[in-house]
């Protein structure tokens, strides 16, 4: 039921830990009546119905963080914050809790500013400020925070130890006669078949003091872009060394500058296609566009197919940006669950992102979650998929994904792919989009896009050959750049 003239008991501001029995307890027990319950997740509809059954009759309604607040404010809260720093004292994790301090402030405004409300409870973390909603705090995450008390002597010896005993993982790669050392696995990366590849493990200090040293004789120090080590890359720069970090994953051009600032002076930013470059330029940063051991990054055409497996692949979200939200996902996979009641002859799968779980990413019952969701569900459709990429790619033939490296692989080999949008704030694949890969942001429209999939397929398919063909052309111009 709707609240009629906005006025709560009480506002509970929850993240993906809630414990739905625990807050269906704190309702009844303190006796509020009319709830507002806002929360960093979406609430799947297995999760609202919990809730409402578990209740006495009450007047509740349900909002997410991404109602308050929009692209601008979002995309500023990351520009506030990084403007506190400069390129010396910049440190991520502040960062990302002041961003994170600005959108919810935002987000409280606007809530009070279209409720009166008497009362505020809230949970921390993912996504949540709690300090910022001047509420009474109470326990009702399902995640439990022992707090476990050493005496002082113990846990610095504790803290010393894991120093010294701390370890590092390298890859040593030889190609064409060039030694480069990656201070990280570099498996997410498209090396060269014939490079000769070893790895080793070091002591952490034995290797920085090898380093220092200069005992290491490579040609390149390289890392990925998602494990960078800035001690690492300073001790590289005070010995006037570059240090090359490759691209592994999906960046926007439209993307914030966002923790930018962490990378020292020296780094040099291996770009895998000319989407990176863009985003690199734009901030003023050192880029290559190739090195020898890459292979090259480009597309295959794809050809007809019968649609009969459709698969969803999830990316997941953080506090890297305020420019994502955590419902984003659930977003996408409530409507692809849509979907699956409409088409019940079709077979859907939904691919999550194996970071989900990361305690402070969308939390460690992320997947648990949407595995509850799609149980509730009961569709014989709908299933989630325990397969590598590779199976996946291979056996499904239209695929969705609001932003991901992994769909952006799928296209690669060839796949039939859907880029969709149902958030309130930009794409992140509007580079793709601007090609004239296929893109949708409307859910209402989903179904009848699909339909069109079906009925006529082979024109989806010229049309994404196309734009295969102007990625491909933009890919071979910057390898000529090199």
């Not at 002041?98 to 009166?116: G, P, Q």
């Not at 846990?155 to 010393?160: A, G, T």
């Not at 050192?286 to 197919?305: A, C, G, R």
Request: with cysteine.
């Amino acid at each position: 039921m709707r609240q009629l003239n906005n006025e709560f008991n009480v506002l509970y501001v929850l993240n993906q830990n809630v414990d739905l029995k625990s807050l269906c307890e704190d309702i009844n027990f303190k006796k509020y009546n009319t709830i507002l319950i806002l929360s960093t997740c979406l609430l799947f509809d297995n999760e609202i119905e919990y809730i409402k059954i578990n209740i006495n009759y009450k007047i509740i309604e349900f909002k997410i963080f991404s109602d308050y607040i929009d692209d601008k404010e979002m995309e500023l809260c990351d520009i506030n914050s990084s403007n506190t720093f400069n390129i010396h004292t910049f440190d991520v994790l502040k960062f990302m809790n002041k961003s994170m301090l600005y959108k919810n402030i935002i987000v409280r405004k606007r809530v009070l500013a279209k409720n009166k409300i008497y009362n505020t409870h809230c949970l921390k973390g993912l996504g949540i400020a709690s300090e910022v909603w001047q509420s009474e705090f109470i326990n009702l995450s399902s995640v439990n925070s022992k707090i476990v008390y050493h005496n002082f002597l113990s846990n610095i010896f504790k803290k010393i130890l894991s120093k010294i005993t701390r370890k590092i993982y390298v890859e040593h790669i030889i190609y064409d006669k060039k030694k480069y050392l990656f201070t990280v696995d570099a498996n997410r990366l498209k090396i060269k078949n014939d490079a000769i590849r070893t790895k080793r493990v070091y002591n952490y200090f034995l290797f920085s003091l090898l380093l220092k040293l200069g005992s290491l004789k490579v040609d390149y120090f390289a890392s990925t872009i998602h494990n960078y080590n800035k001690r690492v890359s300073n001790i590289l720069l005070s010995l006037n060394k570059k240090h090359y970090i490759f691209i592994d994953g999906n960046n926007p051009s439209n993307m914030p500058r966002t923790y930018l600032d962490i990378f020292s002076k020296n780094c040099v930013f291996v770009v895998k296609d000319f989407i990176d470059k863009k985003w690199f330029e734009k901030f003023g940063l050192k880029i290559l566009s190739k090195l020898p051991l890459s292979k090259d990054e480009l597309m295959i055409e794809t050809s007809f197919k019968k649609i009969n497996d459709i698969l969803l692949i999830l990316g997941h979200a953080g506090d890297w940006s305020s420019l994502i939200n955590r419902s984003d996902t659930d977003i996408s996979v409530r409507e692809f669950a849509n979907l699956a009641k409409k088409f019940p002859y079709l077979r859907f799968t939904i691919r999550t992102h194996p970071a989900m779980v990361h305690p402070s990413h969308e939390g460690i019952n992320s997947i648990k979650r949407i595995e509850q969701y799609v149980k509730f569900l009961k569709l014989k459709n709908l299933t989630i998929s325990n397969n590598t990429l590779d199976k996946d790619i291979k056996e499904n033939d239209l695929f969705l994904s609001e932003y991901s490296n992994a769909f952006i692989d799928c296209l690669k080999k060839g796949k039939l792919g859907l880029i969709i949008n149902f958030t309130n704030r930009r794409s992140f694949m509007t580079d793709y989009a601007e090609l004239e890969f296929e893109y949708l942001d409307s859910p209402k429209k989903l179904p009848s896009k699909i339909n069109e999939y079906i009925e006529n397929q082979n024109a989806f398919i010229v049309k994404q050959n196309k734009a295969v063909f102007e990625y491909n052309k933009k890919q071979y111009t910057l390898y000529q750049g090199t």
